[in-house]
């Protein structure tokens, strides 16, 4: 089953550790922190309980890592979470990984995609003209519509055209990214003022209490999203050269999590220094926007949002690539239409997967900010999913003495790995907790797409049953 369906592909081999480096952090540093991060800082309700829920979400998700880490190396094959789970429980639970999974990587594409109109027409009030329509209480307007059509394509033809060309891009974003960031925390240390972090947690209207443990807690259940992008690093482990250090490639996963806990441990206080942080809450970006405001730095502004394009771009190029081969390894395995395992036989890339996050890539265009939030949680979920399912999966694959470990893991820490990814699912499921999914649109979302699921599940396996026993007669 899983050895006869992926070793005769033709994805080429060609990534070096440092390629799915960029792939792994560059999929994690998007655009929230310059989009959301008052929304953060809100219902935190002060920089201390935000800092502090980041900084312990980068703790929490570093032992899933570490065993994704391990997994990717082990069993270097396109699927990640869905060819773990796989292997240790079959089809079905695979295909409920695989599912879930396929929900959040291509549902981020088009948030990334929405994202850039927002950041555009900050930048350029301009494109805020010519209005078509109102979705989810945003209106859509010409220009943004055409920039925001034309990245996408863009990116759909980097992802078709190969991955050498992907990660050539990747490695500039992420360089660039990092390059401003520096900046923005070394200007905050220099011309900030530590009283405006000041006080440290009170009321906000996100958090009318001023409860510490409610903020720190309402944080700590979407922090998980913003580090999301980790995982994708096991998507690309086929195409790691022959040549890669294994044990290198297994620590990337952590490694990736770890520097975007710096980062965000750095930019959340950094920004809350340049001016007093309750008056950036209203802020439509507020990461860019408190240099201009606070220290007449406009240059500055402009250069922190182009920091923000970046991350944008190498998110949305992370899970593209990440949900092309989630999909490519579905297809192999006949959990969905055959066709997606279908690879280009110059550029080395999968057609039909590629195509179809493309389409969508394009759809979300058209949708408006309003939705930018719904599709941050619901994506959640399908991540925590994913990780809670290859924790117990590492478990069982651990005792399969055909599987060798070249990065291993300690049986406490995989057995941890599971407690924090399961406790992570429990804030977005049980009601009442300050992550829980929100009804009507989230949960509605969530049920469309399981009835989808289920129904393609059924579907596929009684195509898959009739052509078998076709082949009998």
Known sequence: MLGKSTATQGLSKQLKAFDLFTIGFGAIIGVGWILVIGDWVNQGGGPLATSLAFLLGAACLYPIARVFGALSVAMPVAGGAFIYTLRAFGRKAAFATGWLLTLAYVMMCPWEVIAIGQLAQTLFPALASFPLYTIGGETVYLPTLVLCLLIAVAIIVINFTGIDKVTKVQKLLVVALLAISVLIVAVAAVLGKPGNLLPLFTETSENPTGSFSIGFLAVLAMAPFFYSGFDTI????????????????????????????????????????????????????????????????????????????????????????????????????????????????????????????????????????????????????????????????????????????????????????????????????????????????????????????????????????????????
Not at 318 to 345: C, D, N, T, W
């Open 234 to 473: 096991g998507q690309g482990a086929e195409e790691v050269a022959g040549t890669a250090n294994k044990r290198r490639v297994g620590a990337l996963s952590g490694l990736s999590v770890i520097s975007a806990g710096i980062f965000y441990g750095l930019i959340i206080p950094a920004v809350c220094m340049v001016i007093p942080w309750q008056e950036m809450l209203t802020l439509n970006l507020p990461a860019a926007e408190v240099f201009s405001i606070g220290l007449g730095l406009n240059v500055l502004k402009v250069i922190v949002i182009i920091g923000a394009f970046c991350g944008l771009l190498t998110t949305l190029n992370s899970f593209y690539v990440a949900g092309a081969r989630l999909m490519l390894s579905m297809g192999r395995e006949k959990l969905i239409p055959p066709a997606f395992s279908q690879i280009h036989p110059r550029f080395h890339t999968p057609t039909v997967a590629n195509a179809c996050i493309g389409v969508l890539a394009i759809a979300g265009s058209f949708l408006g900010e309003g939705l930018l939030l719904p599709i941050v949680n619901v994506c959640s979920l399908g991540y925590i999913f994913a990780w809670f399912a290859v924790g117990i999966s590492a478990l069982r694959i651990r005792r399969m003495p055909q599987i060798s470990f070249p990065y291993p893991v300690s049986h406490s820490l995989n057995i941890l790995a599971i407690v924090l990814a399961f406790a992570m699912l429990l804030l977005l499921i049980v009601p009442g907790s300050p992550g829980a999914l929100a009804w009507p649109l989230e949960i509605g979302i969530v049920a469309v797409w399981l009835v989808l699921g289920a129904l393609a599940f059924f579907a596929v396996n009684r195509h898959q049953e009739h052509l078998e026993r076709e082949d009998k007669k």
